[in-house]
C-alpha cells in the first residue's frame, strides 16, 4: 500500500465508545443521533445537552464528554435556527482540550477537531482567532499527510486568506513558497506506483453504443488539460457557502489529478464555471440518482463517423430530499473524489483496494490507489469504443438491478423504480418476510407516515408488481454503518420470481420461474449446485452440517457475516467457545451481541463442502442481548459466506441454487 496516508474528512467522524461510556449518558447520545436522523434536529440538541451534563456530573470517560461536546457542537452551528451558534465555540474549545490532553498529535480525531474549531473561526469571520489553530492543525498534520495534499487542501487555503486578513505578508510568502514549492517542504521518501496483478483490474463496459451495446470509451490520456465544469450548488455543503462548497468538490476531484501524475506526470485538469464545451460537466442535484451523493456516468455519441466522449459528474449535498439535513464539507469532498473516477471511465470492483470499491466508504485513505491507476492504464489501452457483449437482454429476466454503490459493500442496495420514475432504493433483505421503510425515506417519497395504519403502503416497481411496505421507526432499516435510510425488501415481495445474486458481477435479477429453475434438467447454470431450501414465513432455509451435526438455518442477504449462532445451538453441534478466539459487537435494532469469532475446519451445505468457515458464537452472559435470539432460527447463513457463489433464490420451487465463483482475492485493505 505504499502510496496511501490516511485522509482526514472536514465533517467530524466519532465513533461511538459504548464499551467505554456510561449508560446514562450513553443512550441520551444515541437518542440524540436518532432524533438527528428522523430531522428533529432541535430534540436532537436536548438529548445531547442532556447527555453532556449527565457525563459531566458523573464524572464518565473523558472520550464520551468528546464525542459529545462534538455531536453537540455540530448541532448548534449545522442549525443556525436553534440560535445557538456562539454556544458552539466553548463546547470546540472544551473538546480541543480533551483531545489535546488524551490523543498524540496527529491523531485523526484530534486533528478532525482543529479542522472544525478552524473552520468555525473563519466561517465566523474571525480570522485571526482562526490562525493559531490552523498553524496547529498544519504542523500536526504533516505527521500522517502527505505534503502535496496537506499545502493544497482547504485548512492551507483558510490559513493563507487569514494571514492575509491579518496583514501578514510575510506568512503569506511563507506559506505560499510551502504551498508551491515541493523543495521547501519537510522531505519525504518517494515511493513508486506498485505493480499490479493484471487479474485484478476491474476494466469493464462503461457505456452505451447508439443501438444499446455495452462498449468501452475513455479519454485519450494526451488530452490536456482535461477540462471540468463546476458550477455552483443551490444547496451547500452545512456551515458553508456556495462557493465553499464547489471550492471543496474540485479539491476532492483533484485528488485524481495529484494521483496520476504518478504515472502521467503531464496530466492536468482544469477546472471552469459553467461552460458546456467542457468534456466533464459537474452538475449538482437535490435529487441525485439512487440517492447517492456522488455518481459518474461516461457518454459516448457517433458524430460524423467518430466517437465523441463525454461525462457528466453528479454531486450532492443534500441527496435525500426532505432528509432536513446537509453533507459537511469533508462528506462533499470525499464523494466527489470517489465519483469523478467513474468520469474517468472507471467502472466499480467488490472486495478491492479501491476508492471506487463497493466499501468505499469503510476505508482509511479515501484516495485514488495503486490499483485505481494501473486499472486507468489498461482502461486506456482498450481501443476506444471496443464493444462488448449483446445489447439485447435475455430471455426471463424481468429485471436486472445494478448494485448501488454506497461505499457500503456490507448491504445490497438495489433501485426498484419503474424506468422514468424517481429512485426507489431498497436493501435486499432475504431474512425479512416483508417490506420496511424509514420516515425519513418515506417522507421523501411522499409517503404519509401516519402512527396507525391497518394495511401497508404501496409502491409500484420495475417488474409491475408492487412492493408492499410498514413505515417504522426501526432503526435496523436506517442499515447502520451505510447511515442510509432507505426501504427494505424481504419474502414477500420476492417469492414469486427466482431471485440471482451475482456478488462479483454486482448485479440482483429477478428471473421468471415460468422459464428459469434451479435443479432444471437440462440444469439452466451447468455447475450449479442444488439444495433444498424449505420457507418459513417466506423466510429461506437450508440445512447446513457443522460441528458434530446439522442445523436449519436462515439464508439471510442482511446479515454481514458468514455462519452465526448462539452459543446453546453451537454446544449441542460439538463446538466448544474459545476463550481466547476475538471477539465482536453486533447490533441490531432491539439488541446487542457479542459473539466469539472462530474458524470451522469444514461445514457443508447439501453436496457443497466448504473448508476454514468462519463462525460467529452469540455468547451467554457477555452483556446484551443475542440477535439471534429475536429470529425464528437461530442460525444465520449471511453475505460473507454467499459471496463465494451466483446465489439462485427459487422461490416457488424452495430450492436455492450456488455456483461457485473463482476463489476470492485478500479482503480489501483499509488504507
Not at 435 to 453: E, N, W
Amino acid at each position: 500500500m505504499g502510496r496511501h496516508s490516511r485522509v482526514l474528512c472536514l465533517s467530524l467522524a466519532f465513533a461511538t465508545i459504548a464499551d467505554l461510556a456510561a449508560a446514562d449518558a450513553q443512550r441520551r447520545l444515541e437518542a440524540g443521533r436518532s432524533e438527528l436522523e428522523s430531522g428533529d434536529h432541535a430534540e436532537a440538541a436536548v438529548e445531547f445537552e442532556r447527555g453532556l451534563a449527565e457525563a459531566r456530573e458523573d464524572g464518565d470517560p473523558a472520550s464520551l464528554v468528546f464525542v459529545l461536546c462534538a455531536e453537540l457542537a455540530d448541532v448548534y452551528t449545522t442549525y443556525p435556527d436553534l440560535g445557538r451558534e456562539s454556544d458552539a465555540e466553548p463546547l470546540l474549545l472544551e473538546a480541543r482540550g480533551i483531545a489535546e490532553a488524551t490523543l498524540p498529535a496527529g491523531n485523526g480525531n484530534r486533528l478532525a477537531l482543529l479542522q472544525r474549531l478552524g473552520q468555525f473561526y473563519y466561517i465566523q469571520d474571525r480570522r485571526p482567532e482562526a490562525i493559531p489553530v490552523l498553524e496547529q492543525y498544519m504542523e500536526e498534520g504533516a505527521v500522517s499527510i502527505p505534503p502535496e495534499r496537506l499545502y493544497s487542501s482547504q485548512e492551507s487555503s483558510m490559513l493563507r486568506d487569514a494571514y492575509g486578513a491579518a496583514g501578514d505578508s510575510e506568512a503569506v510568502a511563507r506559506l505560499d513558497r510551502l504551498r508551491n514549492d515541493p523543495t521547501s517542504r519537510r522531505a519525504l521518501p518517494s515511493e513508486q506506483v506498485a505493480a499490479i496483478d493484471p487479474t485484478a483490474l476491474y476494466v469493464e463496459a462503461n457505456a452505451r453504443a447508439a443501438d444499446g451495446t455495452p462498449i468501452t470509451v475513455h479519454f485519450d490520456p494526451a488530452l490536456v488539460p482535461l477540462r471540468v465544469s463546476v458550477g455552483l450548488p443551490d444547496t451547500p455543503a452545512a456551515g458553508g457557502t456556495p462557493e465553499q462548497t464547489r471550492a471543496v468538490a474540485i479539491e476532492g476531484m483533484r485528488e485524481w489529478e495529484r494521483a496520476i501524475r504518478e504515472i502521467r506526470p503531464d496530466f492536468r485538469l482544469e477546472f471552469e464555471s459553467e461552460t458546456p464545451s467542457a468534456p466533464i460537466q459537474v452538475i449538482w442535484s437535490d435529487r441525485p440518482p439512487n440517492y447517492v451523493a456522488g455518481s459518474a456516468r461516461m457518454i459516448a455519441v457517433e458524430k460524423d463517423g467518430a466517437l465523441q466522449v463525454t461525462a457528466q459528474v453528479i454531486l450532492s449535498a443534500k441527496p435525500l430530499p426532505g432528509r432536513g439535513e446537509q453533507l459537511g464539507p469533508g462528506d462533499v469532498r470525499i464523494h466527489a473524489t470517489h465519483a469523478f473516477g467513474g468520469a474517468l471511465g472507471l467502472g466499480y470492483c467488490w472486495e478491492c483496494d479501491s476508492i471506487r470499491s463497493m466499501g468505499w466508504r469503510h476505508r482509511d485513505a479515501l484516495l485514488p490507489t495503486d490499483l485505481d491507476l494501473r486499472t486507468l492504464e489498461a482502461l486506456w489501452a482498450v481501443p476506444n469504443g471496443t464493444r462488448s457483449g449483446e445489447a439485447t437482454a435475455a430471455r426471463g429476466v424481468l429485471a436486472d438491478l445494478p448494485f448501488i454503490n454506497t461505499g457500503d459493500d456490507r448491504h445490497i442496495f438495489v433501485d426498484l423504480a419503474k424506468p422514468g420514475s424517481a429512485p426507489f432504493v431498497a436493501q435486499l433483505d432475504t431474512g425479512a418476510n416483508t417490506g420496511f421503510m424509514t420516515p425519513i425515506y418515506a417522507r421523501a417519497l411522499g409517503v404519509a407516515t401516519r402512527a396507525a395504519k391497518s394495511d401497508p403502503h404501496r409502491r409500484d416497481t420495475v417488474t409491475g408488481k408492487p412492493v408492499l411496505f410498514w413505515v417504522t421507526d426501526q432503526a435496523a432499516v436506517s442499515f447502520g454503518d451505510s447511515g442510509m435510510s432507505y426501504a427494505l425488501i424481504g419474502g414477500e415481495y420476492l417469492e414469486d420470481y427466482v431471485v440471482e445474486v451475482d456478488f462479483v458481477g454486482r448485479r440482483v435479477r429477478l428471473l421468471d420461474p415460468a422459464i428459469h429453475r434451479v435443479g432444471a434438467d437440462p440444469p439452466d447454470r451447468p455447475t450449479e449446485q442444488v439444495i433444498d431450501m424449505p420457507l418459513n414465513e417466506v423466510r429461506p432455509y437450508v440445512s447446513i452440517s457443522i460441528g458434530s451435526g446439522s442445523v436449519l438455518a436462515l439464508v439471510d442477504t442482511g446479515s454481514t457475516g458468514s455462519i452465526s449462532t448462539s452459543q446453546e445451538v453451537a454446544e449441542t453441534l460439538g463446538i466448544a467457545v474459545d476463550p481466547d478466539a476475538p471477539r465482536r459487537t453486533w447490533t441490531n435494532v432491539v439488541a446487542t451481541s457479542i459473539a466469539s469469532v472462530q474458524r470451522l475446519p469444514v461445514a457443508k451445505l447439501g453436496p457443497v463442502t466448504l473448508h476454514d468457515v468462519e463462525i460467529d458464537i452469540g455468547l451467554r452472559g457477555e452483556g446484551g442481548v443475542r440477535i439471534e435470539r429475536t429470529l425464528r432460527g437461530e442460525t444465520l447463513i449471511g453475505q460473507h459466506l454467499l459471496r463465494d457463489f451466483v446465489v439462485r433464490f427459487d422461490y416457488p420451487r424452495r430450492k436455492l441454487g450456488l455456483t461457485p465463483v473463482a476463489p476470492r482475492k485478500p479482503q480489501e485493505k483499509s488504507g
